[in-house]
């Protein structure tokens, strides 16, 4: 038997190679006598109530969880149930932030402060356009794609055309803020400038550019960016760059996108790029980095790539663009909701299906080649954890393969086995052969709710 990688795989597009993402499968780096990884089942999503509208973005504050479900900002308890605060217009991914005293909205282009009472837009003409903004050091900071302006230190909703600032080493326009570090990051189109606090502003700007602190690549949009293992992560690129991952630290950007993540965002169009959303979730070891893209969404895990030196991505998709979106741990869990819909939920291991309805996975392995000579393949074995199945289901999961990465031969399935049934082997007999080389994939749906270890595969080598 030959121990076959199945944590990333390879298919063929016209004359490349590029590779096969886990589809709502989380790769895992870990030794456990099997295998040096696997691939577990990405996380579910229980359905806790309606929100009556499109989740628009959540947040914490005060122990509670917030959160924009179409128009209304809601307080939402742990079960789901919720009340109705107030309203934020617009039909944009929503920003919070919050000082001592308010918690901030910024959605709509406006910007709204709630004291725990009573939620109220700001409504001061000097303040402008509400692109982004952030709180730091006493004073909101807001953003109109032109210049940065800050509150008073003393009254959040008075702001001052004494106290702006411009970011000027690129004409390219500012498109959001981001507060890392106790610094502002202001992310134009192809730069980023970042400002650190000046002592006794006296009424001017209380933040000044930090000098040689330039980072030479900038953000695809408002919401293409966030703090991401204690630095800035987003998607962009310098002038002339086409879309890519980075990661900013340090008056530089590293590259956390593979060329087939670059490939990948290189098929969506500039207005889709600019609405992307991301977002990180650090969760039992693994530190997520979410690219939400309109039909799917792009996963990094920083820990894992950490572990094994090279950067691990996988892919979430619900029936369209992955449905569970902004991220709030509040209650002991991690609350979500729908952005294409209007149901609040939650994370859980428990299930691998979003608000009920289930959902395919997909792996592949990478490309087995016996220096062109014949191979027979006998068997193939996924060594799996079975069993974990919901009563009364019994699911299929299929193989197929490809000699040349384009085109597929019949699926064939078997039975991934019912609850309880722990020792179930996974056994494909009779697979064929192939001439010069072979790529096979596996797939199902989150009834079939198993991690899986190794694939085991019974070759013969035929004559030459």
Request: aromatic share 10%; glycine share 12%; hydrophobic share 40%.
């Amino acid at each position: 038997m030959v121990a076959v990688p199945i944590m990333s795989g390879i298919v063929a597009d016209g004359a490349d190679f590029p590779t096969a993402f886990p589809v709502n499968l989380v790769p895992v780096p870990k030794t456990t006598g099997l295998s040096e990884g696997y691939l577990r089942p990405a996380d579910g999503i229980e359905t806790l109530s309606d929100g009556g509208g499109a989740n628009r973005g959540g947040y914490r504050w005060r122990g509670v969880h917030y959160r924009i479900m179409g128009n209304s900002l809601l307080s939402v308890a742990a079960d789901g149930s919720h009340v109705t605060i107030g309203t934020i217009d617009g039909t944009d991914w929503a920003t919070f932030d919050e000082s001592f005293d308010y918690l901030a909205i910024n959605g709509g282009g406006k910007l709204y402060l709630y004291d725990g009472a009573t939620l109220a837009q700001v409504t001061d003409v000097d303040l402008g356009t509400s692109l982004d903004m952030v709180w730091i050091n006493g004073y909101f900071v807001s953003t109109d794609g032109e210049f940065l302006i800050s509150s008073d230190i003393n009254d959040p909703f008075s702001f001052n055309i004494l106290r702006y600032a411009s970011s000027e080493i690129s004409p390219d326009p500012v498109v959001a803020l981001q507060k890392v570090r106790n610094e502002i990051y202001a992310l134009n189109r192809y730069t980023v400038e970042i400002f650190g606090a000046v002592q006794n502003p006296g009424e001017g700007f209380p933040f000044a550019r930090i000098e040689g602190a330039q980072i030479m690549k900038g953000a695809v949009g408002s919401r293409a960016c966030c703090e991401f293992m204690q630095a800035l992560a987003f998607v962009g690129g310098g002038v002339n760059d086409p879309p890519s991952v980075w990661i900013g630290q340090s008056a530089s950007a590293t590259k956390l996108s593979t060329r087939d993540i670059d490939a990948i965002l290189r098929g969506y169009s500039d207005t889709a790029l600019s609405a992307l959303v991301m977002e990180s979730r650090p969760d039992l070891g693994h530190d997520f980095l979410y690219v939400h893209l309109p039909d799917q969404t792009l996963v990094y895990d920083g820990a894992a790539s950490a572990a094994l030196g090279q950067p691990v991505w996988h892919i979430l998709k619900s029936d369209g663009g992955y449905r569970a979106r902004g991220f709030v741990w509040c209650y002991g869990q991690w609350n979500v909701a729908d952005p294409f819909g209007t149901m609040i939920g939650k994370m859980t291991t428990a299930v691998g299906s979003h608000y009920g309805d289930q959902v395919a996975w997909q792996f592949a392995t990478p490309i087995a080649y016996n220096e062109g000579r014949g191979v027979q393949v006998h068997e193939l074995e996924l060594v799996a954890l079975a069993g974990d199945i919901a009563l009364g289901d019994d699911p299929m999961i299929g193989t197929d393969y490809t000699l040349d990465g384009e085109t597929w031969s019949q699926r064939r399935y078997i039975r991934a086995g019912k609850q309880g049934e722990r020792k179930k082997r996974l056994v494909w007999d009779r697979q064929g052969m192939f001439r010069n080389w072979r790529v096979q994939r596996f797939t199902g749906d989150s009834r079939a709710h198993l991690s899986f270890a190794r694939l085991e595969a019974k070759f013969e080598a035929l004559a030459v």
